[in-house]
């Protein structure tokens, strides 16, 4: 199939300037190279500069003709018209929040991506037959006040206003998420909700956070589905004694069997095809002649679907028990507390609109550079996905790196995945019929 | 054989008092109970209270006509005379300094029950053939400059002036051991050194701080011998990346190789009948969602023998190399820095002083409450091993637990320790012929 965006004159550059100058204006932190662009980005949500980029974001949209409506829970829909507009807009869409130590690129690069497509639209005079909203979606890392995917969960009613409202600052135990909201003027009067506010469709793209792009020489990733997950906080507690005096068999140790479960959880991943980590943990008294008492620490378990993670979940379950009654030696067993909230579900995105991405991104870059492939982070668009034919677009990360300063991705790679975007967004509104 | 000491009246409960009332007088902290000695103590070396307890110490010990020599490294020397007092004095001794967060037993218990034997000749007109040398042995913790049994390495030799003077406070980096000897008084003028200021031998009494005599039942433990030991500080460098986004494949996860680590080191212990511990461990970043990037680790290992610590340093550095290798796989190997100081060997104590004690012993608390065993922990008998006869008495420690405020040993298991001592060096007082 012919390029549809092939007709456009598309400003090359202009993507990559705008993600670098707005990193320079809100938020600029954490150098790690000598060029002005090798720092991170510090943006947390409902902060000063998040109001800031915010404010910038408004005024940008509205200087390209789209009308802008602000929710009650500080989601910005920019809404570019086309010739039908009673009909429900394209969306496009991701968050311009970042974590602490984040990089430039994450959910930025697909706020602004989305922007460069109503830019190219503009600059180019074209009129498309249905509405294109582009969303930036409000506390996405769920980094300052701990809800990761806040705003889009509330608006898909898989959470509540009420809810989200009452988060507190994880820096700041006085500040809540309405307080921010009314203070940075962001509590809007739009209905947060994708009935009263309604969207067609949500595309989003993003970098991969992962390295697999990079590993296999793919610049595009059609994302067929995001993994799902959860989280077991575990707290063993032993008995902290001399490690000189303590012999193998009278010890209760902590440490040793947190690192029963490290190992055991590396088999379980590999055995069910899923990943496992313990990211997390800490142990007392922390000292080198003294045996740990206490450990506490998270495992972190995720599989493609849902079957496989209940399946994983299971047996990390086993291998717990397991190394609290002390199957495997040293000494009387621990106790222990678990934590174990509800898992995460995998999103499975919307199959026409995969094959939507896979046929623009094969048209864009070529048959051969385009990947089939899952997400291992949650996104918006797995909030959107539970009420809206949802897909997404990866392009890759430099070693894999993300939320983290160093995060990046080569200018070319940035640009390719816009043209994907921008590809896929004009082919489905040539294909709507209502 | 009959009791030497049966002669005797002994004070019953002096001792006993003595530690609570100096434990209150001097860095009593951290209440664990109730009751007015359920606390333990914080008593640094060379800090006010280390002053406090020092110059109780010495006037304490002149009371009871003692002569009090301080040696220029901290250590004071407190000689009850005999009839030959031109002979080098039978040593008892152990250390008043405790760690940050100590018991009110350890060392201390160790320095009063010497005392209590000078208490008990005095009040019995007791005349012994030889002098007789108390020793408050100065920083045996290493908490607060960090290095243990300090001046009883230079008293032995195996450590300079030069090098502890320069030690500096953990703390407070701009303070050092020179400084704070002056500051409180106690750079004597008496040379540090066991030729200059000899003593015949050394007898030191200790609490286990080990669960073995409780376990099985005993109420002293004869010490043949201190382990050899050393410490490998290891560490390990990975790549930072999304738990959720990174294949098991791709992953160089630093606290995976850890694992591998901790519970490869067990089975080393066990295969060499040594103990083996990690106990201090940190990584970065610390989140849930991010492979950990960095762990840093202490690998503590013990043996009886320097053949068997050799042979477990060995198998240790074999399993790195392996872990560093990923030979387990997941992914590219690590890098690491392993820092490897050199080991502290085995201190074999004096077989006739051994002797000695195990009959002293089976004389006081019956034949089978005498137990022959190894001391897991380093003391300053390990220091004085290397150049005089030296021998060491344990009573036992509830649960094993030590450098901890609820370190506890009941108080007719104090008495019974005391008493081994007590009789120990009268026989070894009437057997001298030198």
Redesign the interface.
């Known amino acids: 199939m012919t390029l549809l965006s092939g007709a456009l004159k598309i400003k090359s550059g202009e993507l990559v300037d705008t993600i670098h100058s707005t990193a320079e204006q809100f938020g600029a932190k954490n150098r790690w190279g000598p060029e002005q662009s090798q720092t991170g980005v510090r943006r947390l949500a409902l902060s000063d500069l998040d109001k800031g980029v915010k404010d910038w974001f408004v005024k940008e949209t509205k200087s390209l003709g789209c009308t802008v409506k602000i929710d009650e829970v500080g989601n910005i829909f920019a809404t570019y018209p086309g010739r039908n507009n009673d009909a429900k807009p394209t969306g496009m869409g991701s968050h311009l929040d970042t974590q602490p ?1 984040g990089g430039r690129y994450d959910g930025i690069f697909g706020v602004l991506s989305g922007l460069q497509v109503l830019r190219t639209l503009k600059a180019n005079n074209y009129v498309p037959n249905y509405p294109i909203t582009l969303v930036d979606w409000c506390n996405e890392e769920g980094a300052r006040f701990a809800m990761s995917i806040m705003a889009s969960s509330v608006w898909a009613g898989i959470s509540t206003k009420e809810h989200v409202y009452a988060l507190k600052d994880v820096y700041d135990n006085k500040t809540t998420v309405l307080e921010e909201l009314n203070r940075i003027g962001y509590k809007g009067t739009e209905k947060c909700s994708h009935m009263a506010n309604p969207l067609k469709c949500h595309f989003e793209i993003h970098i ?5 792009l990079e ?1 296999i020489g793919k610049k595009i990733g059609v994302l067929t589905s995001a ?1 799902a ?1 959860t ?1 077991i906080e575990v707290t063993f507690k032993g ?10 068999d ?1 010890r209760r ?1 902590s ?2 069997a ?6 055991g959880i ?1 088999d379980i ?2 055995k069910y095809g899923g ?9 007392s ?8 008492g206490e450990v506490n620490f ?1 495992v ?1 378990i ?1 599989h493609e679907e849902d079957e496989g993670l209940h399946k994983m979940y299971k047996a990390v379950r086993e291998l717990l028990a397991e190394v609290i009654l002390n199957k495997a030696g ?1 000494g009387v067993p621990l106790e222990a507390d678990i934590e174990d909230p509800y898992p995460t579900p995998a999103a499975i995105f919307n199959s026409e609109l995969v094959d939507l991405i896979d046929e623009s991104a094969k048209s864009v870059v070529g048959e051969e550079y385009a990947h089939r492939m899952i ?4 996104h918006d668009s797995c909030a959107t996905n539970t009420v809206i034919p949802t897909a997404m677009i990866f392009v890759p990360s430099k ?6 300063p160093e995060e990046y991705t080569k200018p070319e790679e940035l640009e390719d995945g816009f043209r994907v975007l921008l590809e896929t967004v004009l082919r489905y509104d040539e294909s709507r019929t209502d």
């Open positions: 130590t991969e956070q992962g390295p697999i590993k993994q997950y989280w008995m902290p004694q001399h490690t000189g005096t303590t012999p193998m009278y140790d440490l040793l947190t690192g029963k479960v490290i190992t590396n991943a590999k990943v496992a980590t313990v990211g997390k943990l800490s142990l008294p922390n000292v080198v002649n003294v045996i740990p998270v972190d995720r040293n997400s291992g982070a949650g070693n894999g790196i993300s939320h983290n």
